[in-house]
């Protein structure tokens, strides 16, 4: 193994022993432990769930087992940005698909591929995330909600998003994702700019009989 990618490997167990030691490396906390090391490397790497079971004494089998069982937990690498799209009843009766199909086409997505190359986006279908009111609904990294979207303003988001991150790896501020907490978040950005409250979304809007929403 290369000393570059031997350390790189040391690195991230390093990670992985201090998340341990800071849950006091009990095996009941082993959820708990899988969140954090998840919420470090935006996934569970094979590696890692291995070195957790040796770590805490318990077979791997058992690890794999709980980090299978959850939904939360993902086995494979995820974008910077996730952003789940919902197909519970309300938001697909109000065209969950054509924003779905505005993010692949906008990302380069299929069926097949949920990710981007560069790992800056992910893209998910949920059911119900609750809320209802404002369907259709996208919501970005589980904090960021965009309701009674349009394809038009999903795009416009999506364009935000994606020029964020060029300005991010120029150099610039980037976004608050994963691990850059503190930072100006892509959404707040958005609702400055007035974009879930454009013309598409006001549109629906209207049609709701609500002229308020968005993006809460
Ligand atoms: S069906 Fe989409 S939020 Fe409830």
Do not use: W
């Amino acid at each position: 193994m290369p000393a570059a990618q031997k350390e790189a490997f040391q690195r991230k167990f390093d990670k992985v022993n201090s998340i341990i030691e800071r849950h006091g490396g009990k095996v009941s906390n082993l959820i708990a432990i899988l969140q954090e090391i998840q919420s470090e490397y935006r996934y569970l790497p094979e590696e890692v769930l291995t070195y957790v079971a040796t770590a805490l004494g318990i077979p791997p089998a058992t690890v794999y087992g709980v980090a299978t069982f959850y939904a939360q937990f993902s086995l494979k690498p995820k974008g910077k940005y996730v952003i789940k799209v919902c197909d519970g009843t309300a938001c697909h009766v109000r065209g969950s698909e054509k924003l779905r199909y505005v993010i692949r086409e906008k990302l380069g997505l299929d069926e097949s591929k949920d990710t981007t190359d560069d790992l800056k986006f992910t893209v998910e279908t949920v059911s119900c995330i609750g809320a209802c009111g404002l369907a259709p609904v996208v919501m970005v990294n589980d904090r960021d909600v965009y309701g009674q979207l349009t394809p038009e303003a999903l795009s416009i988001v999506l364009d935000q998003l994606i020029a964020k991150e060029k300005t991010s790896d120029a150099g610039g501020d980037g976004p608050a994702g994963h691990g850059t907490a503190g930072n100006k978040s892509p959404a707040s950005n958005a609702a400055g700019n007035d974009v879930t409250r454009g013309d598409a979304t006001r549109d629906s809007a209207a049609r709701d009989g609500r002229e308020e929403g968005g993006r809460r």
